[in-house]
T-cell receptor, first 110, second 121 residues
Framework: ELKVEQNPLFLSMQEGKNYTIYCNYS?????LYWYRQDPGKSLESLFV?????AVKQEGRLMASLDTKARLSTLHITAAVHDLSATYFC??????????FGTGTSLTVIP | EAGVAQSPRYKIIEKRQSVAFWCNPI?????LYWYQQILGQGPKLLIQ????????DSQLPKDRFSAERLKGVDSTLKIQPAKLEDSAVYLC???????????????????FGAGTRLSVL
C-alpha cells in the first residue's frame, strides 16, 4: 500500500514568518495534489503538480514536486492568520488509487 | 456551478444500527469517490466509481459497508451494522476524469462535498 507522510503534523507559527511543510510518498507517482481543510469544512483543492520540478504558486503559498526524491513541499511565505487550516497532500498512483497524507495542522498566531 | 451535495450533514446512531448516506456529484462528473475521515487523520478512500462501475473498493469493509451508483449519477453508502469505530466524517468527491487517468490534470481534480458526520454510540 502506498504511504504518504507529512511533517510536521502540527505547526504553530507567527504572522510574517516563513515555513515549509513536507510530503513524502512511498511509490512512483507523477501527480500530487495539495488540499486545504478548515475546521468542520470539506477539502478545497489548492494545487495540482505534474512531473518532476513542477512549481505552482498562489498568493503566499508555493508548492513544488521532486518525483525522484518522492517529495513535495508547500512553502508558506509571510504567514497570515487566514492561512490557519489543515493542509493535506494526496498522491495519485499509477493504479488509479488516491491516497491522502496525514495532514499538517497549521496555526498562525497574530 | 453547483458543488457536490451530501446528506444528511449529521447522523447519530447506536451500534448495530444501520445508516445510509447520499451523494449527488457535480453534473457531468463521471467519477465518484467515497472517503472515510477519522478525526485527526487524512481521508481514506473507501470506494471509487466510474459512471456506475466500481473502479476500486479494496479498502471498503465489505462485511458491513456497501455502496452503489445505479444510474451513474447519485450514490449511496450504507453501513450495516455500524460499529463504534465507524464514527467519522464520510466525504463524497467527484471528478470529471479518473484518478491516474490520461485526461488533463484539471479534469482529474476531485471536488469534495461538505461531508456527513457520523457518531456511533
Amino acid at each position: 500500500e502506498l504511504k504518504v507522510e507529512q511533517n510536521p503534523l502540527f505547526l504553530s507559527m507567527q504572522e510574517g514568518k516563513n515555513y515549509t511543510i513536507y510530503c513524502n510518498y512511498s511509490t512512483t507517482s507523477d501527480r500530487l495534489y495539495w488540499y486545504r481543510q478548515d475546521p468542520g469544512k470539506s477539502l478545497e483543492s489548492l494545487f495540482v503538480l505534474l512531473s518532476n520540478g513542477a512549481v505552482k504558486q498562489e498568493g503566499r503559498l508555493m508548492a513544488s514536486l521532486d518525483t525522484k526524491a518522492r517529495l513535495s513541499t508547500l512553502h508558506i511565505t509571510a504567514a497570515v492568520h487566514d492561512l490557519s487550516a489543515t493542509y493535506f497532500c494526496a498522491v495519485d498512483s499509477i493504479g488509479n488509487q488516491f491516497y491522502f497524507g496525514t495532514g499538517t495542522s497549521l496555526t498562525v498566531i497574530p | 456551478e453547483a458543488g457536490v451535495a451530501q446528506s444528511p450533514r449529521y447522523k447519530i446512531i447506536e451500534k448495530r444500527q444501520s445508516v445510509a448516506f447520499w451523494c449527488n456529484p457535480i453534473s457531468g462528473h463521471a467519477t465518484l469517490y467515497w472517503y472515510q475521515q477519522i478525526l485527526g487523520q487524512g481521508p481514506k478512500l473507501l470506494i471509487q466509481f466510474q459512471n456506475n462501475g466500481v473502479v476500486d473498493d479494496s479498502q471498503l469493509p465489505k462485511d458491513r459497508f456497501s455502496a452503489e451508483r445505479l444510474k451513474g449519477v447519485d450514490s449511496t453508502l450504507k453501513i450495516q451494522p455500524a460499529k463504534l469505530e465507524d464514527s467519522a466524517v464520510y466525504l463524497c468527491a467527484s471528478s470529471f476524469g479518473l484518478a491516474g487517468g490520461l485526461l488533463g490534470l484539471a479534469k482529474n481534480i476531485q471536488y469534495f462535498g461538505a461531508g456527513t458526520r457520523l457518531s456511533v454510540l
